[in-house]
């Protein structure tokens, strides 16, 4: 069996549907049909990604982010967002909460099977890297095997997405990358959206950082990018 997936949605069909699509593929699938549920199954089950609608009862889906990114044993869980709320802010929300990625109804099974495996082949490519490889420059140390970041010898939380962006900025110091760039690189696939997933996803990794350093590590080139400053 294959990797373990919560599908949460309080759609039957939309359930049924996904995980019919996922199982074809090999994963295992569990299910919850509103938010509760979903919270109980994620400490029960210890899935290794979930696919999350908003509009849920009891615990809408921008909460369970909240609480999932909150919790130090759930905050590296893959989370994908799959809803009908298609307004540009309900997309950044989710990402600013801690999605890796966000899909909209309706949707294509294809497209959101080829989404999942590449949040999870990133997740592990990460995992197994490089194997006690520590980058540090100045006051920014990231242990790519136990895949933690310290600033100022204090660890920070950070999402699989802002992980792999710090990795890449600060393996490549000075050296430009563009919204595109880094859209191949982090989410691996054809992406659909727009770029300002990227600027979603720096804005947060921005502000995790300046609770613990003063400097500007992440650097904007004006009409180009992004690059991560040496120290």
């Given at each position: 069996m294959g990797n373990k997936i919560l599908v949460v949605?309080?759609?039957?069909?939309?359930?049924?549907?996904?995980?019919?699509?996922?199982?074809?593929?090999?994963y295992e699938i569990i299910t919850a049909n509103e938010g509760k549920e979903a919270l109980a199954k994620i400490e029960q089950e210890n899935p290794d990604l979930?696919?999350?609608?908003?509009?849920?009862?009891?615990?809408?889906?921008?909460?369970?982010?909240?609480?999932?990114r909150k919790d130090g044993n759930t905050n590296n869980l893959p989370i994908i967002i799959l809803s009908a709320k298609e307004?540009?802010?309900d997309k950044i929300l989710g990402l600013e909460l801690g999605a890796d990625d966000y899909v909209t109804k309706p949707f294509s099974p294809r497209e959101l099977i080829a989404r999942v495996k590449a949040v999870l082949r990133r997740v592990d490519y990460t995992a197994d890297e490089e194997k006690q490889e520590v980058l540090k420059t100045g006051a920014v140390e990231l242990d790519l095997k136990k895949h933690q970041v310290r600033i100022n010898d204090k660890e920070i939380n950070l999402t699989p997405k802002?992980?792999?962006?710090?990795?890449i900025l600060i393996k490549h110091p000075g050296?430009?990358?563009?919204?595109?760039?880094?859209?191949?690189e982090i989410?691996?696939?054809?992406?659909?959206?727009d770029t300002r997933t990227v600027d979603v996803h720096v804005r947060r990794l921005r502000k995790k950082i300046s609770e613990y350093s003063e400097q500007k590590h992440i650097i904007t080139v004006r009409g180009v990018g992004y690059k991560f400053k040496e120290d």
């Open positions: 949605d309080d759609e039957e069909n939309i359930v049924k549907l996904v995980s019919y699509n996922l199982e074809q593929e090999g979930m696919i999350l609608d908003l509009m849920l009862p009891k615990v809408d889906g921008f909460d369970i982010c909240r609480k999932v307004e540009e802010i802002e992980f792999e962006l710090l990795s050296q430009v990358f563009s919204r595109d760039n880094l859209l191949g989410w691996d696939y054809n992406y659909h959206g």
